[in-house]
């Protein structure tokens, strides 16, 4: 069948550096497929280690962490030097949560789409999450932000970018531009957003993770923060000489980013990236929308589900809700990948102020093709009801 997605000399090549595959991967959304040049340059680098020594080794490769740095910053709207490396998004949150400069029974405000983790992360932290105001698809609303902040305040507004369990985008550039004049920050969780959608600039920090729409390696994430936030905050990591710290000199975010890491890990990021930068941002989010949008016209009228978003929603994710509360949704999964199709079940933990029982998540990359879609449907199109 020929590919009459957008953009299909992209799928063609982004299956070719990839080899041949053992499932037919719907599931980025949890963990990209990495390239056979990630794989490599992860490789390359622990034989350095293992010739050299690890500090001798990542000295010599600092020059392209540089280059990571500085165009995840362009990525995300931050300087190179106003970004660290972490070994996840989740404690990417845990050390800006730590540093940040919260007062005692402080408030988050947040949308009920939430990702469950960094609720409890929040709480952890002592703080209060107070909900905003949304439309009938999730998105906040702006008009009812800029009236809240006449009479309220804050500590911080927390945003995630891209939903986890659907197809949902958040206005972050609105969202921050309503909030900086009153000098409430905002602060981005990327972690689905970034390789997936355009990520807007203007918040105040970031944070996410190189596995998911990047396709870089597991243990490796990213956290960025802006002034003047950056320097308010308050690092409790161990108080070293700045000259030990290969990022950031005496910034405090120098002290957020993890010394002892996964280094052969980043550089397979920078690799990753640098690969997303040769086939082009633009026409690969063109070509992950258009597959979303055919997947989830493919799905529209299956017996057994039914589509959580609309057809024509941003991004790559489609989310599938059971049409009965008899359709055992993990079971399904499960039958999928015995079919050779990897998805996710989605638990109602990763948005318990939303999600009221599992959806299936859908998270195509670049290489799924038009007959990847019929077949994905064919197989669901035979789930029963339950």
């Given amino acids: 069948m020929t590919d009459q997605l957008p953009h299909g000399d992209l799928g063609t090549e982004w299956a ?174 990327a972690a689905q957003a970034l390789g997936q959608v355009e990520v807007e600039a203007g918040a105040s920090a970031s944070y996410g993770t190189s596995r998911k729409w990047l396709c870089g390696p597991r243990g490796v994430g990213y956290l960025a923060v802006g002034e003047p936030w950056q320097s308010r905050l308050t690092p409790v990591a161990p108080a070293l000489s700045a000259t030990s710290w290969p990022v950031g000199g005496d910034r405090p975010i120098g002290r957020l980013g993890s010394r002892e890491s996964f280094f052969a890990g980043r550089l397979g990021l920078g690799v990753a990236i640098g690969e997303y930068v040769e086939l082009g941002p633009a026409r690969i989010r063109e070509r992950l929308h258009g597959i979303a949008v055919a997947l989830r016209t493919a799905l529209a009228d299956l017996p057994a589900w039914q589509l959580r978003d609309p057809i024509d929603a941003p991004g790559a994710l489609v989310a599938l809700a059971p049409r009965s509360a008899g359709l055992d949704v993990p079971a399904a999964r499960a039958e999928l990948e015995r079919r050779g199709v990897l998805a996710t079940a989605a638990q109602p933990q990763r948005a318990p102020q939303e999600m009221t029982g599992h959806l299936l998540r859908l998270s195509p990359h670049l290489e799924v093709t038009e007959e990847d879609i019929a077949t994905i449907a064919g197989h669901l199109a035979e789930t029963t009801l339950g």
């Fill in 16 to 189: 070719a550096r990839r080899g041949t595959r053992q499932l037919l991967h719907v599931d980025t959304a949890a963990c990209g497929r990495t390239s056979d040049a990630v794989r490599a340059r992860i490789g390359d680098h622990l034989r350095a280690e293992s010739d050299q020594g690890g500090y001798l080794a990542a000295g010599a490769a600092e020059p392209e962490i540089a280059r990571a740095r500085t165009q995840l910053g362009a990525w995300l709207g931050f300087a190179a030097e106003e970004i660290v490396f972490v070994e996840s998004a989740s404690s990417a949150l845990s050390q800006l949560l730590g540093a940040w400069p919260f007062p005692t029974g402080g408030t988050i405000w947040a949308a009920r789409s939430e990702w469950g983790p960094n609720l409890a992360a929040f709480a952890d932290r002592g703080l209060t999450v107070e909900w905003l105001d949304t439309d009938e698809d999730g998105r906040v609303d702006l008009d009812a932000l800029t009236r809240r902040l006449r009479t309220e305040r804050p500590a911080a507004v927390h945003l995630t970018a891209v939903a986890s369990h659907r197809a949902l985008v958040q206005p972050v550039a609105a969202a921050s531009a309503i909030c900086a004049p009153v000098e409430v920050p905002v602060i981005v969780d």
